[in-house]
């Protein structure tokens, strides 16, 4: 006899774990399978926990924002749970948006705005009053060291820059979805490790449950997609699922980078996150008084779709494989390097590679999909770590919905938010839309 | 005072490293300035800050892709560059002879550094081979540096922590070790100075360099197969840290 659960969660990774612990808390029965070894060990581990409102959309901005309150609010969140690796700690630093050309931080503030995030317009001498190492001068375009304009004196300075008291970062993303995992198994959900899942099996277009690498099948009349890069790979062993995404999601390779801050500055301590589009990078403090240096993905940069389990093989070679790269580095820490002259630059490239599952416009998919019982909550972009907790209550919700009866794709779930009390319209991350324009096509979301 | 860095190029020790035909490495990875080499360029640095008049020359013997480590050098304190350009993969004495033939056609050194040993070849014998050459003194593994009354003391660690002060006279040879210094990592300024500083670039070949009397080369690399078996480590976390401290000293011998 196979082992039956209301239902499979195929990943436990941030967004995997929360959905688990919402579904448990409205008495479903869950099982999630992921094939590492423990929760928060794939792309979770990888990111960099930025907990930021900006985004070029309302319902992006309205999204982040009620996330913050999960992460202020993260024991509770939780139940009090007790988890013996500790807890995720939320750094509340504050978040600087630099006013500049690569963002469209007019409509960041009309969607703030809109929302009601908190924020303070800081001028040229108050965010030198913050970051003291900072040079102010604009940078734009953003171009690559290989480029020789890349090296032009600066003229013109920026104009200033938002500053949103209440964003900041997570300490150990992967140690967040570890938390909630214990808070799932709380409530009763199992998590079952190194468990690689092969197929999804499914009956007169119903999905019946999932098979495993060692041929262990497990029955659910419902399954989830959370497989992060893989999750174009789980979706595609799903019949009919691929072919009724309108959306599709695929892997993108991404560095990110830790420089030792300049002596004389407590980074760690004493640092905002910050997003410059100026640069084309955004930076957190990191332990250890670095700067951790992350890519908003600028046009004269390479963009590398990989296979993820070649890419987490170490296979495909330089510049597609798991290594950083010394242009990368040089890239990325030259540009931050413009803007906080006293930042040294080691020669060996220090960081992490991991791979943003990526939808065709940068928009999650949260949805059901054309096979009944199996949903996804995929194409997370590099940008949605911060809303993980919300996009858990959505997505269980969603589904108590669909399976209640709900035609989502006639009539989208609204879904109302628990603190900001704002409704947002589910069909949004429909599978079935067409491209969003007004997306950034960014990690910026 | 004329300085000279020996620097090499070598592969980042993070890439994934592939062995092709049996005797090179793929290299198509990521390569950078030999991290020893970093130790000695800052040395370089900071002698030249009390003798002002200093010439820092970095010089590098490889492909001409290793300008980028020469460059590397120059944003970390060396004035100009010398690159040694050749296709061949050099053994020591192939090496110290053309470096040494290069620092000869270029200037007379007051004192030369290189890294105590490279990390892709560690074969550390192109130093001692330079000092030969030029009948300089030779110490490695230096940990600390003073010129007194033109003589140059230097520490040096040897095996298991002791440590041996020398007196050198000038010019001599020396090998840097990681204790001497914190790399003096460039600055983005530092990387836009380093970029309108004088590269002179010289073909092994001009350098017309006798043959050694021996040589040696590679004929077999085998890359290491580490076998891992990972085991778990159970009960509370006091009981996990006791296991973890009786794992190091017991079994890696790493604490005592």
């Given amino acids: 006899m196979n082992k039956k659960y209301d239902a499979i969660i195929i990943g436990a990774g941030v967004i995997g774990t929360p959905i688990a612990f919402e579904l448990c808390k409205m008495g479903y029965k869950t099982l999630n399978v992921d094939k590492l070894p423990d929760a928060g060990e794939g792309s979770t581990a990888g990111s960099c926990a930025i907990v930021r409102a900006h985004y070029s959309t309302e319902d992006g901005v309205a999204l982040a924002y009620e996330g913050f309150k999960y992460w202020l609010d993260w024991e509770n969140y939780l139940g009090n749970v007790t988890d013996e690796k500790g807890m995720a700690k939320y750094m509340n630093t504050g978040s600087i948006l630099l006013k500049s050309e690569g963002h469209d931080w007019r409509k960041v503030q009309k969607n703030y705005d809109a929302v009601g995030v908190k924020y303070i317009e800081w001028d040229l001498d108050t965010i030198k009053k913050h970051v003291p190492p900072i040079d102010l001068h604009k940078f734009w375009p953003v171009r690559r060291p290989e480029d020789p304009k890349f090296f032009d004196e600066p003229t013109e300075m920026l104009e200033g820059a938002i500053f949103c008291p209440e964003g900041g970062y997570v300490n150990d993303p992967a140690l967040s979805a570890h938390n909630i995992m214990r808070a799932a198994e709380a409530k009763g959900g199992e998590f079952m490790f190194n468990a690689e899942v092969v197929d999804i099996r499914s009956e007169n277009g119903k999905v019946t449950g999932i098979t495993l690498k060692d041929g262990t099948q497990i029955d659910a009349g419902i399954v989830v997609n959370v497989g992060g890069p893989h999750s174009f790979k789980i979706n595609q062993m799903a019949e009919g699922v691929w072919e009724g995404c309108n959306i599709k999601t695929k892997s993108l390779r991404h560095e990110v980078m830790y420089c030792p801050s300049p002596e004389d500055y407590d980074y760690l301590n004493d640092g905002y996150h910050m997003s410059d589009g100026d640069i084309g990078c955004y930076v957190r403090p990191e332990v250890g008084n670095l700067f951790l240096i992350g890519s908003e993905d600028p046009d004269c940069d390479p963009q590398e779709w990989v296979d993820p389990d070649e890419f987490y093989a170490g296979k495909g070679g330089h510049g597609r494989d798991n290594v950083l790269t010394d242009e990368q580095w040089k890239a990325q820490c030259y540009r931050l390097g413009k803007r906080i002259p006293t930042l040294q630059v080691p020669n060996q490239p220090k960081g992490v590679v991991d791979l943003y599952d990526c939808s065709d416009d940068w928009i999650p998919v949260y949805d059901k999909s054309d096979l009944d019982g199996f949903y996804m909550a995929i194409g997370t972009s590099g940008n949605q770590y911060k809303n993980a907790p919300v996009v858990g209550r959505m997505m269980a919700e969603l589904i108590d919905a669909c399976e209640k009866g709900l035609d989502h794709d006639k009539e989208p779930f609204q879904y109302e938010f628990k603190y900001t009390k704002r409704t947002l319209n589910v069909g949004f991350f429909s599978r079935k839309r067409e491209i969003n324009y007004d997306s950034s096509f960014s990690v910026n979301g | ?256």
Avoid: W
């Fill in chain 2, 1 to 256: 005072m004329q300085i000279y860095v020996c620097v090499k190029h070598v592969p980042d020790s993070a890439a994934n490293i592939h062995i092709l035909g049996n005797t090179q490495i793929d290299e198509k990875v990521a390569f950078l300035l030999n991290p020893y080499d970093e130790h000695a360029v800052t040395e370089a640095a900071v002698l030249k800050k009390t003798v002002p008049d200093s010439d820092i020359i970095a010089v590098c013997m490889g492909k001409k892709d290793a300008e980028k480590t020469i460059r590397s050098a120059m944003a970390m304190g060396a004035d100009r560059g010398l690159v040694v350009e050749t296709d061949a993969v050099c053994d020591s004495m192939t090496t110290a002879r053309a470096l040494h033939a290069a620092i000869v056609q270029d200037g007379s050194p007051d004192i030369i550094f290189t890294g105590k040993e490279s990390i892709d070849s560690e074969g550390m014998q192109t130093l001692f081979r330079i000092g030969a050459l030029f009948d300089f003194p030779v110490v490695t593994n230096a940990v600390s540096l003073e010129i007194k009354s033109g003589k140059a003391v230097v520490t040096c660690e040897l095996a298991g922590g002791r440590t041996r002060t020398f007196q050198l006279a000038l010019p001599c040879v020396l090998g840097a070790g990681r204790g001497l210094n914190t790399p003096n990592y460039p600055t983005f300024p530092d990387v836009v100075k380093a970029r309108k500083k004088p590269i002179q670039t010289i073909s092994l070949d001009s350098l017309g360099i006798p043959p050694g009397p021996g040589s040696a080369k590679i004929v077999a690399l085998e890359p290491l197969i580490q076998k891992r078996r990972p085991k778990k480590i159970l009960g509370t976390p006091a009981e996990q840290a006791k296991e973890i401290i009786r794992i190091l000293q017991q079994d890696a011998k790493v604490i005592s």
